[in-house]
């Protein structure tokens, strides 16, 4: 089943989460293991020891212990989730096979980080495993249209179709996945800081505007038009909320199919006590 080494008879129940082990990694992994207990993680953020049953830590260049970690394990099926930074190339070391994907990973780098998480998909499809979306495995961590509000409205529209279309145009600079409109005027554009980040500075914005008592305009957030929809996928939660209601917006618009969200429950419950609209654009 592996190129090389040829790994066979993998089980089909079987999944190996392989990322960071934050917050929204915890809670999926936890919520894996109650169905398939001898499914395993793979912590490749090596600023953090995870010390759990089923959690290996390895540096993120250690190819050859992954994979002989996955077959060890007789795993097969993969997702990719939790944020870990950008890896610098110069700190890999030959493991005897990281070596020959080295050019293509710098290739990728060249063109930003969507296309590099594409290329580490790529890496173990070719090694025969199959990556799967998150929702593959739960629903649980994704909205459903019954759960989220109707149509969107006219004046709401106006922000985020203009939101999307900047957004759209950014994607081929592999760039932002998050955008502030108020109004019909973009207030600001996520940059490297992060979405909670990006709606802390429209706080300080709208401040200095002398808009922030009234509530407006909207948070779009969607993935970057050709990125992969395996793998580094938006991720909302009550922080998210918490924080759209410090800058009196009117809500957010996502993609319900491709958003994980952390904490469902709460977040709900928050919108649904602060009059706040979540549209799906799907």
Do not use: H, W
Not at 176 to 182: D, E, F, K, L
Not at 243 to 257: D, P
Not at 259 to 281: F, G, H, P, S
Request: one cysteine or more; proline letters at 2%; hydrophobic letters at 40%.
């Amino acid at each position: 089943m592996l190129v090389q080494g040829g790994y066979v008879n993998m089980s089909d129940n079987k999944v190996c989460v392989i990322g960071g082990y934050d917050l929204l990694a915890k809670a999926f992994y936890s919520e894996l293991k109650k169905k398939e207990d001898l499914s395993i993680f793979i912590n490749v953020d090596d600023t953090r020891y995870i010390n759990r049953r089923g959690v290996f830590n390895f540096k993120i260049f250690e190819l050859k212990k992954i994979l002989r970690t996955l077959k060890e394990n007789k795993i097969s099926k993969l997702v990719f989730l939790g944020k870990i930074n950008r890896p610098n190339l110069s700190d890999f070391k030959n493991d005897g096979i990281v070596e020959n994907y080295l050019p293509l990973l710098m290739e990728s780098f060249k063109k930003g980080d969507g296309n590099i998480l594409s290329t580490v998909v790529k890496i173990f499809a070719q090694n025969g495993f199959s990556v799967l979306s998150p929702k593959k495995i739960s629903k649980n961590f994704f909205l459903s249209k019954a759960e989220i509000g109707s149509s969107i409205n006219k004046n709401d529209k106006i922000d985020i179709n203009k939101s999307i279309k900047i957004l759209n145009a950014l994607s081929k600079y592999d760039n932002a996945q998050s955008i502030i409109s108020v109004d019909g005027y973009i207030i600001a554009i996520e940059a490297a800081e992060g979405t909670d980040n990006l709606i802390k500075r429209t706080v300080n914005i709208r401040k200095n505007l002398k808009q922030l008592n009234k509530k407006s305009g909207f948070l779009t957030k969607i993935p970057k038009k050709n990125q992969s929809k395996l793998i580094d996928l938006p991720v909302i939660g009550p922080k998210t909320i918490k924080l759209i209601l410090k800058a009196n917006l009117r809500g957010i618009a996502i993609n319900t199919k491709l958003t994980m969200v952390y904490k469902k429950t709460e977040l709900l419950k928050i919108t649904n006590e602060n009059d706040l609209r979540i549209y799906d654009l799907c």
